[in-house]
């Protein structure tokens, strides 16, 4: 099968523009047109705008594009985003005003009350709020955004775990150096060494694991209660967080039911058979010492999530480590996954 | 002034002997004049028999000691203990009983009711036990212990805290590959990658930490009965624990009161002056990125404890982060201080 | 097509026979039916006798072999061994006295004047040296050998300038850790830092470089006259093995002959479509910094020789930089390619 | 003894400049009492004006100097400079014209006719150029220059050996990442990677290495005939600089005697006692696997070259491999241990 829909990325040239354009090669749904950049790249071709920073080659058929400025206009009805933070909000909020669908890896609208933040395996009705952004913003398209890159490694462990009563959560993130994008982290701060602080990223990981553990209620988003906090930290790894977690719940759980949990866990992108969901979002590892993020980030093409070491923990009820892919699960991979569960349900 | 108290180390060539070797290099009160290692190394002179692996040269003066087994007679009154597990409680034993003060580094005798878990800015009291340990066993000399590398950092960091109440404590360790020896870690597990998991380290930090932090009747040691949860996890960082630490209080206190208690914590070794006593035993430092292990660890030659980040926790009270060197704070320093302090009250 | 050649591995259980199992799975030739070990996994199956090292699960159909000794009897004709130098030398003639033709990974025979030292783009021709081998040892078997996985990286890269005489090239590697096996290179000697020394890999280098590009005159195997000079160094990269190389040339020659040279080099692997033949043996990349190892040595499945700064050198005629992955082209991936050459000569 | 001669630093708040005001702390001779930078610093503190990134505090001595903008005024005589290539010319040739004398780390004149390329231990009688310099250039000032960081390690490796006659050398270096100073090399490009590339220094290290090995004819400085080329390559290593080195001699030399002219080497520095003067310039380490950087560049303070594995080489006469610590040896030291010979020289 030939893929029939065109689709969009803005900001194609930066570092997660790169990672949509990779991963986007080969889609059996989306066939990238479009590329916008900032005006210094306007009119350039792809490939003499773009400093291609990722392994392999730029894919042949991209690079010939011409990348247009970030203005809606003949951009295809569907775009990624993967603008900057600084111009996001102005950027995004342009094109859905002017008919199209923005599925964005930008941190900018995560948090609005009628943005869906979404993760296809743990909140697929979260887009029932739709109607309400358009209504509320007179849009005849949207915004749908993914989450952080850290935070999609512990809500897609603790998905399965929602069931038991998620009450609290404490969780130390070792979090790679490809998360910081290019140039990111200089090396003189990283060789050998540990970085105990990533500014904002605490924040992010403790609201937006709310929301997206949360329910539509119908007419709104409403956050899980539970308590949750975060210690991140940047390790000396290239692809691949990893969650330390403790977890309290309400109800009487063991090992087991949580092992089970995981290793049966599936939700609406399996069903639905979408093209990049993973054939299990969350894989328990039985060795003592797994997930680790060289050896195992990359598996299922990088879109699950890679949990171990369950245990009984001496302050909460359980502990955990989980890992996952950054840079695809984390960012380029999510918004996919997502643009294809709205394709797959009418949205699009 | 010449050091005048002569010492052993027993598994002086391991690689927890060589750092007693280095540590004792130019100490004022005690003078090496004695290592003990296995029979295969008896009878060789201390270069012969030692693959020296630590940074600068072998101390010339013991390189021409003849190494003994590891066997009391004719070794010093006082030995530092750097055997492995494996030998351990046998030999610490033998020592002890043939009226060798033992301070050691071993994890063998570290839980035993009678025996201290020391660290002399916390609980220096606890050498209070010793006359019922020489009671109970039939011992002239003794058995001391320091904690474990990863221990010490959380338990100097707890120290000053302890006056809050401590109800709860979460903590998430990312441990240098010195703190596994040599060989250690291969190469090919830890580059570029972290491993969440550390042999029997976490139910270590559990114990330990509640030893430490309790107290000493009179009669016995009762420990601390704060819940302590340690996820530990190996980084590629070749010098320096870090413990992302979450802190449950009884009473109620504000960041600025954590901060207080860290900058003005002293005690004993540094009311004594003991020699190898850091001036400060926490430093708190207020840059947001801060402490880090290959840029603070060696500070304050390796002996204190670095703290930062204080900070509300969403779930308990505080959040911080913690440092410490571990093959000095955490290994021969962390004994050498023991022996300092039982110097300076008459003990030895 | 189902693969319908049966094969062996010897040494199955190490890292380098694990190496050849993964680089097996899925071939279209090849079958691997038979897995050799030392007694004490004998009679086991894969999975229980086998520490699985690499990236990626074990192959299923793999797994559930009995292992057997290293002794012929029951082993397909077509053996690969990756046994350990300290036994490969009584192995692998043992196997090939029995009539099996031994791919061996292993140095033992490399120099030896009547094994071939095969690099199928290189030296096809070698293995018109069979006959005599098998005369003179008595033989129905044969032994073919691969070089080591630093030699390979050089050879590649002056295979295609063969044509200009090369007179003398001097080396340095930068080789990864990979190329150590496992346990391998302890962290604590290369985290952070270079370690200027391999045993034997220099010697290696000179004398297998010379055998390689050697020729075949019909009755023997003269190695070419060019003078070779390797440092070799360990540095803390997971896979890729790098060669700064100086080169002096017989005949006048430009840069742009040289890239050239790279650019169109072919051999028979291509011509003959071998199944593990990259589509070019060679890659000149004209970026100023490339290649490097972590983005470029798993291009082309590992099995390409990457090659960049063609530049003049002021001391000899040029200097360039090469690539090669260590244990996919130096060691596993090299033995296959060997094996299908002969498949495709009707010499198996 | 308290030190007497006030000096200055152009260029005091960035990386280069931190390590001169870190090297000069506690000299004995020189007291730091003038920080210049561009005008944005200008008139702040010190410690508002600089991002301190070194290990260790930034000296409280220094932190309250308030920056003066790096024009010739009321600068002290003495003046190191740290300018940044963009602006060095015209800064340095300024403060020389005014009468100072500049003492300069920066690229801009090295290669200059009449400005000595000074080490020490190699060529102090190029400091007769001087009255050349200030005669042609019409200054009172002078302005006098030490090498590139890689450039120093294989100058003092080789100097010992240019009794014996030095026809060729070839070189690859395998630098740290602290060479490219702040923020330097992104973590991105050199994590568990090798970049075979550092813009502009293999030319540096060709003719620099020419010009230090030559000689003062009393008119001009006449640089060594013999042929460099150099292969620089970047690796993951934070202190200290290697060079694989191969060289070819006119005399007919021994292994024994190389090592023996390192061991015994000695010069100018070492016999005027300068005060940063490493005792031994070059100390040959006979372990089969040193010298290594993590391990070794720290060693006499950062001020010696180490060299290891002296042995034939099959294309030259010999081979070795030579350390040195890049921001040490390689920038700071090398312009104060320069100063402090001209000043025992009486040329200050």
Redesign the interface.
Known sequence: MQPQIEVGVLGATGMVGQHFVKFLQGHPWFKLTWVGASDRSAGKKYREATAW?L??QMPAEVAELTVSDCKPGNAPKLVFSATDASVATEIEQAFANAGHTVVSNSRNHRMDADVPLLVPELNADHLGILPAQRAKRGWSGAIVTNPNCSTIVLTMALGPLKQFGIQ???V?T?QA??GAG????????????????I?GEEEKM?IETQKILGDFTGGELRALEA???A?C?R????DGH?A?T?VEFSSKVKAEDLIAAFDTFTAMPQQLNLPSAPKRPVIYMPA????????DA??ENGMACFV??VRE????DF?F?ALGHNTVRGAAGAAVLNAELMQAQGLL
């Open positions: 920073r392994a392999g609290r959560v404490l130390t070792m150096i490809s290019y140039p990111g982290v200089p090396s003189m701060d990283i060789t050998a060494n540990v970085v105990p602080y500014g403790q308590k949750v906090s210690h930290n390790v000396p790894v290239v990893l330390a403790s003592a010492d797994r997930p680790q993020p060289r050896r990359e598996r171990g070491r923990c001496p302050v909460f502990k480590i």
